[in-house]
Nanobody, 121 residues
Framework: QVQLVESGGGLVQTGGSLRLSCAAS????????MGWYRQAPGKQRELVAA???????NYADSVKGRFTISRDNAKNTVYLQMNSLKPEDTAVYYC???????????????WGQGTQVTVSS
């Protein structure tokens, strides 16, 4: 089995910062891209940021310049540093990893359980 466990969510005031972490564990063969998505009430899940194995990054326009994604391949962990937070950043944040399980020949998408981020005005 494979698990993605997120941590670091919480309540913060406008302008504050939070750092999310997501660690993948279990029977992992190799990990390709990792990323963060978010879903606000009544809205569709959207990509926030993604990072490849070569550390190429991609950000939603709404978070560029404020959020930074990074990864530690030795720890199978992806991070999201969120600065200058705004009330519109309030959402459940989900970790995503495209990985291949040990002994498997194909890659699949795996998700964490989600962590709540609330930004008060």
């Amino acid at each position: 089995q494979v698990q993605l466990v997120e941590s670091g969510g919480g309540l913060v005031q406008t302008g504050g910062s939070l750092r999310l972490s997501c660690a993948a564990s279990g029977s992992i063969g190799s990990i390709d891209a990792m990323g963060w998505y978010r879903q606000a009430p009544g809205k569709q899940r959207e990509l926030v940021a993604a990072i490849t194995t070569g550390e190429e990054t991609n950000y939603a326009d709404s978070v560029k310049g404020r959020f930074t994604i990074s990864r530690d391949n030795a720890k199978n962990t992806v991070y999201l540093q969120m600065n200058s937070l705004k009330p519109e950043d309030t959402a459940v944040y989900y970790c995503n990893s495209r990985l291949r399980r040990r002994g498997w020949g194909t890659f699949g998408d795996y998700w964490g359980q989600g962590t709540q981020v609330t930004v008060s005005s």
